[in-house]
């Protein structure tokens, strides 16, 4: 499967963003998603985790009730609704696919194909 994140760009703190993720290939059905961010010079971090279906969620305690993740198997996409924008939060975004479909991995080495990423900067 192939990943192409969207959406990212500059917002003042306090705004929004919504992040999508478009999938081609092979249908984004097959396999649970999710986000990861990696700001400069630090390593690359886990946002938020969906299952295959959509039945379970999890997030970093960071984005917890600002940031939301949801899919639609339908249109082979993902996305990343972002809201109350902090400036820590200014980084690269990418979705990434997990062949373990029923599990909400957190960690990069537990996903197996990546987007491009998109690069969400917050001001102050």
């Known amino acids: 499967v192939q990943l192409q994140a969207s959406g990212g760009g500059l917002v003042q703190a306090g705004g929004s963003l919504r992040l999508s993720c478009a999938a081609s290939?092979?249908?984004?059905?097959?396999?649970?998603v999710g986000w990861f961010r990696q700001a400069p010079g630090k390593e690359r971090e886990f946002v938020a985790a969906?299952?295959?279906?959509?039945?379970?969620?999890v997030y970093a305690d960071s984005v917890k009730g600002r940031f939301t993740i949801s899919r639609d198997n339908l249109k082979n996409t993902m996305y990343l609704q972002m809201n109350s924008l902090k400036p820590e939060d200014t980084a690269i975004y990418y979705c990434?696919?997990?062949?373990?479909?029923?599990?909400?991995?957190?960690?990069?080495?537990?996903?197996?194909?990546w987007g491009q990423g998109t690069l969400v900067t917050v001001s102050s």
């Open positions: 969906i299952s295959w279906g959509g039945g379970s969620i």
């Open positions: 290939g092979r249908t984004l059905s097959s396999y649970a």
């Open positions: 990434a696919a997990s062949n373990m479909r029923y599990k909400l991995a957190t960690s990069p080495a537990e996903y197996h194909y």
